[in-house]
């Protein structure tokens, strides 16, 4: 898959800078179709990742063993898990027949900017409800503003 930012002059659509513009010259004619997608919010999406890590960071599940052997915590697996507590997963089966639930991506090409801004929200509720409970809202967001500015 090929992407290329674009800006609108009018009613036409030209390449968003020199890079873009070359790649699109080295295309064959004929040989592509065009599919137009809203690019999400960078800032946003950095702010998720942000709200993400702060939570790992500081969530404490205490010393879990399994057959003899201590579980890590592991920060992909958390982020998943976040993900399908929000509701945004597809249920898929294993070869056993047994169902999973899968989380949902979080990349640009996958998650439009509205239900991202849905799991943002939900990502709150659930942080609070469940990780850092002695936190408010309102601090869990100055504390991710914080990270995100680099004070």
Request: one cysteine or more; charged letters at 30%.
């Amino acid at each position: 898959m090929k992407e290329f930012y674009i800006k609108k002059i009018g009613p036409n659509i030209i390449p968003l800078d020199k890079q873009n513009a070359d790649a699109i010259e080295a295309l064959k004619n004929g040989e592509y179709k065009c599919v137009l997608t809203k690019s999400r919010n960078i800032n946003f999406h950095r702010k998720l990742f942000s709200l993400l890590n702060l939570a790992y960071d500081l969530w404490e599940p205490g010393e879990i063993k399994y057959k003899g052997i201590v579980i890590q915590k592991n920060r992909d697996r958390f982020r998943k898990d976040l993900i399908i507590m929000a509701g945004f997963y597809t249920m898929v089966f294993n070869y056993k027949g047994e169902p999973r639930l899968e989380a949902k991506s979080l990349s640009f090409a996958r998650m439009e900017e509205e239900e991202f801004e849905r799991l943002y929200s939900k990502f709150i509720d659930i942080i609070l409800e469940k990780i850092l409970i002695s936190y408010s809202e309102e601090e869990l967001q100055r504390c991710v503003n914080q990270v995100l500015s680099y004070d």
